[in-house]
């Protein structure tokens, strides 16, 4: 609810009636509902999209049709996949989170297209892959590499998996109170 429907006595008391909730709710509803329906408009336009009409090259009938980086998001994917390697290279995560962070390589490109795609056919402007697009891309590459840090992390940490198989034998009866680190 925006902050400016709440008149000063409400804020001072901290009571809000059920019609300024009931209004609130319906402006979120259909803000939800016009941001709905634009996405889904979008997608139906992206089902339907022909490459040609966004500026695709195609080398040969047979080959599938393309767009490249336009420069400036070229030069942003060079230094971000720099980055990546030397954190790949270096093998200073567990092997398992390193395979996940390999697969990125592909994932950045993959989701810049995406994101230039879905604004091509928003907006109507056409050309190779720009570098807001690889930016963006860049971005939600590194947020879920934080996410997948801290999931591997959960599996990967042995002070972490040492503990929690301590707390299973402890829970299930399976070790002596108390007991000797032999028996763990």
């Not at 609130?24 to 040609?52: H, K, M, S, Y």
């Not at 971005?139 to 801290?150: K, M, P």
């Amino acid at each position: 609810m925006k902050r400016s429907t709440i008149t000063k006595s409400q804020q001072s008391t901290g009571v809000i009636s059920a019609a300024e909730l009931l209004k609130g709710a319906i402006r979120l509803l259909l803000g939800r509902a016009a941001a709905r329906a634009r996405a889904v408009e979008i997608f139906q336009r992206l089902t339907t999209l022909e490459p040609g009409a966004v500026g695709a090259e195609e080398l040969t009938p047979e080959e599938l049709p393309f767009l490249r980086f336009d420069a400036a998001a070229q030069e942003l994917f060079d230094g971000w996949r720099a980055d990546l390697e030397h954190r790949l290279r270096a093998e200073e995560d567990h092997p398992v989170l390193l395979s996940h962070l390999a697969k990125y390589r592909s994932l950045l490109p993959s989701l810049a297209l995406l994101f230039h795609l879905i604004d091509e056919v928003d907006t109507g402007r056409r050309g190779p892959v720009s570098c807001a697009a690889a930016a963006q891309a860049a971005a939600w590459c590194e947020y879920l590499a934080a996410h997948a840090r801290r999931l591997y992390g959960a599996v990967t940490d042995a002070a972490r998996v040492a503990a929690a198989l301590l707390a299973t034998r402890l829970s299930e009866g399976r070790l002596a109170s108390p007991f000797s680190a032999r028996e763990v």
